[in-house]
């Protein structure tokens, strides 16, 4: 089992930044079997979509194309924590962003196995 705690969510003006935060425990974190990681988020009347993704090591990210270029996922093994920095916000960015791990990394959500409850980042126009 694992569990995922988000946390830095919150209110930015467009063109902003924020870092968000996922703290993982449970399963050792850092060992050869542990999980790959995304970050996903759902806004009010639309499907939780991708976000992007970290591998176990960290040496393999990937994102999606609205994001990328203004994104960064990183992750610190000896914390238990993965991270999504968050530069030149847009107001299409408001959602509530979850952070997810998955046995193989990959960008659909129904392959990851584990969620955490999701924190709200909301972009000011």
């Known amino acids: 089992q694992v569990q995922l705690v988000e946390s830095g969510g919150g209110l930015v003006q467009a063109g902003g930044s924020l870092r968000l935060s996922c703290a993982a425990s449970?399963?050792?974190?850092?060992?050869?079997?542990?999980?790959?990681m995304g970050w996903f988020r759902q806004a009010p009347g639309k499907e939780r979509e991708f976000v992007a993704t970290i591998s176990w090591r960290g040496s393999i990210t990937n994102y999606a194309d609205s994001v990328k270029g203004r994104f960064t996922i990183s992750r610190d093994n000896a914390k238990n924590t993965v991270y999504l920095q968050m530069n030149s916000l847009k107001p299409e960015d408001s959602a509530v962003y979850y952070c997810?791990?998955?046995?193989?990394?990959?960008?659909?959500?129904?392959?990851?196995?584990?969620w955490g409850q999701g924190t709200q980042v909301t972009v000011s126009s």
């Open positions: 997810a791990a998955t046995g193989k990394i990959n960008d659909r959500r129904n392959e990851y196995d584990y």
């Open positions: 449970g399963r050792t974190f850092g060992s050869y079997n542990s999980y790959n």
